[in-house]
């Protein structure tokens, strides 16, 4: 009768798969506490930040390449290894990635106001959009300094280190 007991390959995978994935919830949870605080402000401003929310979110979406491609090109100098390499793949990562949030933040700064009026809406929600949005690309060079490195950890096997 074959062992029911988890072999070591799938303990290695366990041990990465469930931080990762608790990882994954957790943005989904973020979004949901920011609309629930949002809510108490009022209608518009809920609706100023579903907007500013969608378009936040599409630029992160574009931008998951700095994650995966970190992860994988890491995970293949630490395979051959070579951790040197490694490092020096996940730190070009982590410069991409400022590089791409720089270009993102200087041009979603002033463009606010036309990313906003793309979804429509009355202008007390394109005020309160607009508003959040400005606020919100000044934080998406960490944000996506934050992908970079997750994927650097991730490529190093280390889905704990926050």
Do not use: K, N
């Not at 890491?74 to 490092?87: C, E, H, N, T």
């Amino acid at each position: 009768m074959p062992s029911l007991a988890p072999s070591r390959a799938d303990r290695e995978i366990l041990r990465l798969a469930v931080p990762a994935f608790l990882a994954l919830v957790a943005e989904p949870l973020f979004l949901l506490a920011d609309a629930a605080i949002v809510g108490h402000l009022g209608t518009p401003e809920l609706a100023g930040l579903g907007i500013a929310g969608a378009v936040v979110q599409t630029v992160v979406g574009l931008c998951v390449f700095l994650a995966y491609g970190t992860t994988a090109s890491v995970a293949r100098r630490l395979g051959a290894g070579d951790l040197r390499g490694a490092l020096v793949h996940g730190v070009d990562g982590v410069w991409l990635a400022v590089a791409v949030g720089t270009v993102a933040t200087v041009l979603g700064v002033p463009l606010a106001d036309r990313l906003v009026a793309l979804f429509g809406g009355d202008a007390l929600v394109a005020e309160q959009a607009t508003t959040y949005l400005r606020w919100a690309f000044l934080g998406v060079v960490p944000l996506l300094v934050v992908l970079a490195a997750t994927g650097l950890l991730r490529g190093l096997q280390d889905t704990r280190t926050p």
